[in-house]
């Protein structure tokens, strides 16, 4: 390197990056361990298996590039995906959702960095549409059987027992998908990513509070989301780098909107993939935001009236994709939504991304 | 704004030292805009002080030597030319001129300045003489520069410190020909201390100045980053403060115009940190300008090795790369590093944001690769407001050729 600067920060690669979003899961692996055990193994196991060899084999193919198996995000997404999985998934569908993860998700937008849409959640997606009935299926969920720990009373001398319940709760219980089993190993890991400064805090600061607030006014009436569910969402998927935007304003916007999302889907009865859709939903726009959100450059003045007609019709925009998205689901025609993105997606490596591998952005 | 590590606390108490000498000398012909021509010739016998080369038109400068002695030859190599002066160690002066700065009108001033060859010591090289040239525009702030925010480099510290009755006389003399309101010295808060003996010092004196501690951030010491720290103002780059009442100097730029008004000594010798974490020893010198990187790192028990370490002519930041052992210390550099080499690996850009986060100016790096090709792009995105700091390129995780992008982006910017 001959031009400056001449020094880098220690600690400070995209694989270093990767790392810390491995370090910041192991909390909530371990809970996931400690509950599920081999079933939990086994599905680590099979998806980072798929997804390092999709890596390999596809990154070989289509990039001329097989060395990003070692850039760590292949890893990331896999174990993302699997915290997403309910614990007696076939493991076939786990090693098709990683599969597609990786290939759909990441390398055939030109690799690494490139990709608009959370490759994990796309993963996810993806073996709800080719797996559906396996992946709706009750028995998915029946692990009761399985669960090696089952102990859930932390606080039986300390507290009443509602308040037992609920402490012990939020630091183990052994229903909903495997990443959600501590809600304490989540805030963990998040607040270890926030200390490392891998996520920016504007995401999940808007997302939650506008959250918080929405379920306020909306009063008392009981709706059905899983707070660890929405949280695992909020700092792991959410602040997803490539899927999110790059300028601050920007990232306040993006976590507010995925908030708004998350509880117009939750209220409008979307059962289990409220948070997915949300997320997918505003990666879609994140660019456009960025765009829409860039900073005032030194010495300019902003102008506030453009400025707020070009907040205005993107809100817009994307309420109306939001209930797009809200309507495809209620009429179960979200798999076209995935056929469709995989016809055009491969359409535009072919003439688009492939042309421009060697750029780095 | 980012905050970066570096053995600045190594160097920063370490008093100025005399560097002995060399006996070659190398002085660039390059100028703030294009080449200086030479006044002298190939094997004649010059003066300490003589005036050796200079350019004319808008940004004229001066290059004056540094010490008697023969001139060896004038070398090009490339765009590059350079006089190669040999030491005869006689230290012949020519007659220095006695000024009397009472009776210097403003106008003679910026003459002076020019005659003297006074650069931008801060490391733009901008001929000081422009910044004088206000044109009518009445002066209200006279803001002098001390924030070094390059990581590793003391010497605008040390220099604040040794040479504060000079400094704070000279500013007290800018103010009287500009008629400016008030004095302001810039320092970082880690320089606490040096302000705490400026503001006593200046009482002293009587000579009322304003101290204003900024942020241990890079690139604070930006000639905008720290105007808007002093007034508010933030200016868009190209603006002339002068319109807005407003004038900067380093204060390396304003112990060379002590030394021209005082002194009457030309634009010869600056302070040089010689520091990096690949150094045996550091220190803060005073070094005559076209002294080689060779004879320094040798005088200061260091090793010139561009193959296995970094040698680093001004700051970690925004320096240049040295590879031969004859380039040499000019009016713009503050440090001389040895760093430890950068084995990078790039990845693709994961539009982590954090160049965008840390840009002074407010800027998108990352659309600059993105839209390397575009002019239209690059313009939309305001690459003509990028100052080069290269803060961006310091945070990037995948090591994204930003400068490159940068650098080629502006030349094609460029009329």
Known sequence: MSLHPHIKPRFNGTQCVMLDVIIALVPVLFVACLAYGWLLLLQVGIALLSAVFTEWIFGRLLLRNWKSIFDGSAVVTALLLVCTLAPLTPWYVVAFGSFSAILFGKIIWGGLGKNRFNPALLGREFMSVFFASAMTSPDIWKANEWIVFKSSSFFSELVTDYGNNYLSGLLYKTSGAMGECSIAAILLGGLYLLFRNRISWHVPFALLTIFTVLLWVNGSDNLPFSIAGVLFGTLFMATDMPSSPTTAYGKYYYGTMIGVCVFLFIKGGVRFEYMSYAILLLNGFSENISQVFTPTVWGETLDWKKKTEAVLLLTLKILTVAAAVFSLHWHELTAYVVYIYIVYITLKFSFSFSKSLDNYV | ?415
């Open chain 2, 1 to 415: 704004m980012l905050f970066i590590p570096s053995l600045k606390h190594k160097t920063k108490r370490e008093p100025i030292q005399k560097l002995p000498d060399p006996k070659d000398f190398h002085l660039s012909l390059k100028a703030y805009r294009g080449t200086m021509q030479p006044l002298v010739h190939v094997g004649e016998k010059v003066l300490q002080y003589q005036t050796i080369a200079m350019n004319t038109g808008f940004a004229a400068s001066q290059l004056h030597a540094p010490v008697s002695g023969i001139i060896k030859a004038i070398i090009t190599e490339g765009n590059h030319s350079s006089i190669h002066l040999e030491n005869d160690f006689e230290y012949q002066q020519i007659p220095l001129k006695s000024i009397q700065p009472n009776n210097l009108s403003l106008a003679d001033f910026t003459d002076l300045l020019q005659e003297y060859g006074i650069e931008g010591a801060g490391g733009s090289r901008f001929p000081t003489q422009l910044k004088y040239k206000i044109q009518g525009s009445s002066i209200e702030t006279l803001i002098f520069n001390g924030v070094e925010c390059e990581p590793y480099l003391s010497a605008d510290a040390i220099l604040m410190k040794e040479q504060s009755a000079a400094l704070l006389k000279t500013a007290k003399l800018i103010q009287d020909l500009t008629k400016a309101k008030q004095i302001v010295f810039v320092l970082e808060k880690q320089n606490k201390d040096v302000a705490q003996w400026l503001k006593t010092l200046s009482a002293k004196l009587h000579i009322s100045i304003e101290i204003k501690l900024v942020a241990d951030k890079y690139p604070q010491g930006g000639e905008l980053q720290v105007i808007k720290a002093v007034t508010g103002l933030a200016l868009k780059k190209g603006t002339i403060p002068a319109k807005h009442g407003i004038l900067v100097n380093n204060v390396g730029t304003l112990w060379a115009i002590y030394k021209a008004v005082f002194d009457g000594i030309p634009y010869t010798e600056r302070i040089v940190t010689v520091s990096g974490n690949k150094t045996m020893t550091q220190g803060n010198y005073l070094v005559k300008i076209g002294t080689p990187v060779s004879h320094i790192l040798h005088e200061t028990q260091n090793q010139f090795e561009p193959q296995k370490q970094s040698v680093i002519l001004g700051g970690a930041m925004m320096g240049k790369l040295v590879s031969s052992p004859q380039e040499a210390v000019h009016k713009g550099s503050g440090g001389l590093l040895l760093l430890k080499k950068q084995n990078s690996k790039t990845f693709n850009c994961i539009k982590c944001g954090d160049c965008a986060s840390v840009c002074p100016q407010h800027l998108m790096p990352l659309e600059f690769v993105r839209h390397q090709q575009s002019k239209a792009e690059l313009t939309h995105f305001h690459l003509q407001d990028c100052i080069a700091c290269g803060a961006c390129a310091y945070v990037c995780p995948s090591e994204v050729p930003l400068m490159e992008s940068i650098f080629n982006g502006l030349k094609s910017l460029s009329p």
